[in-house]
């Protein structure tokens, strides 16, 4: 396995010559990304917020919007599990030089038929009695339920949209659509939970900005699309295969917990544990924002054979969003209370306070094991994912058969409680598993070193900056927002005492995201430790998978080739 030796770090950060055409360094492109995911994230948010806070007020409020929340769950699991894997396989040819106009068309096609058939299947089970209960009783929440099972092929123009700008290496241009969906969708949920708080008036506000974005992404759509073609509908069932089990699998294991919490403790428990969870799905778009660019990144550098740059890329993402993610996490564990209390109301606070600790802290390994699985993945190892995702589901749902009632050893008062542990629990089997099958296949192993001085630097700035409660109490959120940045400012200055953050760190993450130098020179004179250490070379016998994956090539290209059209119209 020949590789370049690695290169001295000189300050400089250059712009890699493998990147395709308008594509963006991976750092520039998941802060970006990372920026751009917290704004969506919050901008919805505050619809979310301002649910909880004025609607849910009592106990059949917040059953109505559990109700939604889970019709809006099961659109948004079509919306995943319908796209059968393509996307990946779609963005991982695009990566690898594949013009756009060869396979969108196909793409578009074969996704709008998987979400029709499963949002045409789903509506017909609704009405039905399942152990005494149906998904939908009456006509107005049939009704209701049909607008989000349209949600999946509305949001297809915005999948293929995201998909295309991942795979050319523009992820922040990918959230675009998500964008202006949020911004039209979150001032028409605010109007309807003062105007009209009522099944139906919830259910337009996310249906129509899901029409708004599909508008905006039809010019991208009539600029690529063109006729369906059968050998690249082959070629993308043929990547996409199993990723579809992995990626069902994954869905499942991130969202099938409220429908267990719906059909064990209620409605009511769904909306406390969707509060909860909702911090969760926030700290995860950190995650996210790196991943996204990471997968195409990596496929590229496998292609031409960069397996050090690989392994180096891999770890040093596991790193700085170790970095990020473990303060976040904290800060969302002590302050849980007074989040809860600023940002819903004192119900919430009384009952979502230790899911949210608990699920919040199962972002920690979910956050290393979306990383290890991208990196994998790149390499083609797709299968073992499927395998160890399919455990993960496992011991998620056999700890929930354990913990939550009528069966588990916990009593309903606990069944928040029991849920959340189950979704940490099995975060953190899978998080083992992908550890190991990351330093079998690529050499690459996780340092308990670097983690642990993170989390000690975090653990002493929150707790010492906590302790200011018992003087000054938190009850604003320009209060809470003032403890969370004296946290995160303390944890920096620790976490370059400790030598965990270098000067190399701040000077390559500042350089390629444009921070000016009067910035850079005081950040990185605070770190004692210059260079960040790096991997050690694969040793005689590891590293085997960089060589051994199922690659599918771009095969046939000649009938690809003549089989074009002219485009859709």
């Given amino acids: 396995m020949a590789n370049p030796p690695p290169v001295p770090f000189s300050g400089q950060v250059p712009v890699s010559e493998e990147l395709p055409p308008r594509a963006y360094s991976l750092t520039v492109n998941s802060a970006g990304v990372f920026l751009a995911a917290i704004a969506i994230q919050f901008i919805g948010f505050i619809g979310s917020l301002v649910l909880y806070k004025y609607v849910g007020v009592t106990a059949s409020l917040q059953a109505l919007l559990g109700l939604v929340q889970l019709f809006l769950g ?56 399942f152990a005494g209960a149906t998904l939908a009783s009456n006509g107005p929440e049939l009704i209701a339920l049909g607008l989000f099972l349209l949600l999946p092929l509305i949001w297809t123009g ?89 990626l069902g699998l994954s869905y499942v294991a991130s969202n099938a917990m409220p429908f267990v919490v719906n059909a064990t403790l209620g409605l009511q428990a769904v909306n406390n544990f969707l509060v909860a969870n909702g911090f969760r799905v926030l700290v995860l778009a950190l995650p996210s924002a790196v991943a996204a660019p990471l997968f195409p990144y990596l496929a590229k550098l496998h292609k031409r054979e960069q397996y050090e740059a690989i392994r180096e890329g891999t770890w040093q993402a596991i790193r700085y969003t170790s970095m990020l993610v473990v303060p976040a996490v904290l800060a969302l564990v002590i302050y849980r209370v007074n989040v809860l209390n600023i940002l819903t109301n ?165 350089r390629s995201i444009g921070l000016p130098a009067f910035l850079l020179g005081p ?19 590891r590293g085997r998978g960089f060589t051994s994956g199922d690659i599918p090539e771009m095969e046939r290209e000649d009938e690809v080739a003549s089989d074009g059209g002219p485009p859709l119209s």
Wanted: proline fraction near 5%.
């Fill in 523 to 541: 950040f990185s004179r605070m770190c004692w430790r210059p260079l960040t250490p790096r991997l050690e070379p694969v040793r005689p016998g």
């Fill in 158 to 246: 915005e999948q293929i949209y995201q998909s295309y700008y991942i795979g050319v290496g523009n992820s922040v241009k990918a959230q675009y659509p998500y964008l202006v969906e949020v911004l039209v969708r979150t001032p028409l949920i605010i109007v309807a939970a003062f105007l009209s708080p009522t099944l139906f008036g919830l259910t337009i506000a996310y249906f129509v900005g899901g029409i708004v974005s599909a508008i905006y992404c039809l010019p991208f759509l009539r600029a690529f699309v063109r006729r369906y073609r059968k050998a690249e509908a082959v070629l993308l069932l043929k990547f996409s295969w199993p990723l579809l089990g992995a």
């Fill in 74 to 129: 099961i659109g948004s699991a079509i919306n995943s599990l319908g796209d059968f894997g393509l996307g990946g396989g779609y963005r991982f040819f695009l990566a690898r030089g594949k013009s756009a106009t060869d396979n969108t068309g196909t793409y578009l096609l074969l996704r709008l038929l998987i979400c029709g058939f499963a949002a045409a299947l789903m509506l017909t089970l609704a009405p039905i009695s």
């Fill in 346 to 510: 004192s119900l919430y606070a009384q009952t979502a306070a230790t899911p949210l600790a608990i699920l919040v802290a199962s972002t920690i390994p979910a956050t290393i094991t979306g990383l290890i699985a991208a990196g994998l993945s790149a390499i083609g190892w797709r299968r073992l994912e499927l395998y160890l995702t399919a455990f993960q589901v496992v011991a998620m749902f056999a700890i929930a058969f354990a913990l939550l009632p009528p069966y588990g050893i916990l009593p309903s008062s606990d069944g928040l409680i029991a849920a959340s542990l189950a979704v940490l629990a099995s975060s953190v089997a899978a998080f083992i598993w992908n550890a190991i099958a990351m330093h079998r296949l690529m050499d690459v192993q996780i340092h308990p070193k670097a983690i642990g001085m993170i989390a000690l630097s975090a653990l002493l700035a929150f707790v010492a900056v906590s302790r200011l409660n018992s003087v000054l109490a938190i009850s604003r959120y320009y209060e809470l927002a003032v403890g969370v940045l004296l946290g995160f400012a303390v944890y920096f200055i620790v976490l370059a005492l400790v030598g965990e953050l270098t000067k190399e760190d701040v000077l390559r993450v500042g």
